[in-house]
C-alpha cells in the first residue's frame, strides 16, 4: 500500500519565465515537511511506500527531491498552472495517488492559501479527513487506530481516534522533518520524477474586490454664498437626527420606511 503526502511548491520571487527558478526563493512550508515526517514515521513501523506529490512547474521538482533525499521512495508532479482552482489541483492529485490508504497534507502553505485543497482530496477519495491536527499520537502497530488533537475555534481543542483510511492535515509545530545524509541527496538527485499532465477544464476563480458600499446621495447645503453654505455644513448647534413616530399597519409603515430611505439616499 502507499502513503501520500502532498506538498506545495511556492516560488517566493514571483512568476518564473525559466525552467530552473532560484531555488534560494523557493520551498515548501513547515507543515507540509512535518506531514512528510509523519508519513515517513509511518511508514518505518509498515510495509507501506511514501508517495510525495506536488502540483507546478519543473522547478516543483525541486521540493520533490528534497523530500526523496529525507526518505520518501517515489515523486510525481502534476504539470499543472498554480492558479488553478483548488479543486482542480485536488483532483488532478486524486489521480495520481492510487492505493493511497493514508494521504498527509501540511495545514498551510507559504504563500498564505486556503488550505482546502486536503478538503477536496478527501470528497474526491470519498474518505474521512481530519484537518489542523495540532498533536499525534502513533502507535507501535502501523495498522492500529491513533489519537490526535485538533484545533477549534476560540482555542478549543478537539481528540480524534483516526482508523481506516484518511486525509489528514497538520500543523509544522507538531513534529520537526529529519535531516537528509549526503548519500541519500545523491541518489535523489538522480531518480526519476514521474511527471503527469493535468487534464481536465480549469475553472476560472472570480476576481475578488475589496467591500464598497453603494454610494449615498447627499443633499446640496443651503446658503446663497459661499460662507453661508459653509456654515450649513460645519453647523453642530442643533442635532441633524431623524425622530418621527409612527402609529401604521405594518404595510403602510414599511412603505413609509422604504420612502424615507430612499429619501435620506440610502437607496435608489
Known sequence: ??????????????????????????????????????????????????????????????????????????????????????????RSLVGAMSQARMVWCGDYSNDRGSGSVPSFIAAELNIDQALGLVALELPENANASFTA???LDGGRREQLLISGPAVLSVEGSTI??????????????????QVITATGDRVETPALRPYRPRPRVTLAPIGLTALERVKHITDTSSSKGHGETVHAEPSVAATLILESLRKWGYLP
Open 176 to 193: 520537526r522533518l529529519r535531516r537528509a545524509s549526503l548519500k541519500n541527496t545523491m541518489s535523489a538527485s538522480k531518480q526519476e520524477i
Open 1 to 90: 500500500m502507499t502513503i501520500a503526502v502532498c506538498i506545495k511548491w511556492v516560488n517566493y520571487s514571483g512568476p518564473v519565465e525559466s525552467d530552473t527558478p532560484d531555488e534560494r526563493f523557493a520551498g515548501f512550508s513547515f507543515a507540509d515537511q512535518a506531514a512528510l515526517e509523519w508519513a515517513l514515521r509511518i511508514a518505518e513501523k509498515s510495509a507501506d511506500e511514501v508517495l510525495v506529490l506536488t502540483a507546478g512547474p519543473v522547478g516543483a521538482e525541486a521540493v520533490l527531491r528534497d523530500a526523496l533525499s529525507r526518505g520518501a521512495h517515489r515523486a510525481v508532479r502534476i504539470d499543472i498552472d498554480l492558479t488553478s482552482d483548488s479543486s482542480v489541483i485536488a
Open 149 to 151: 488533537v485538533r484545533r
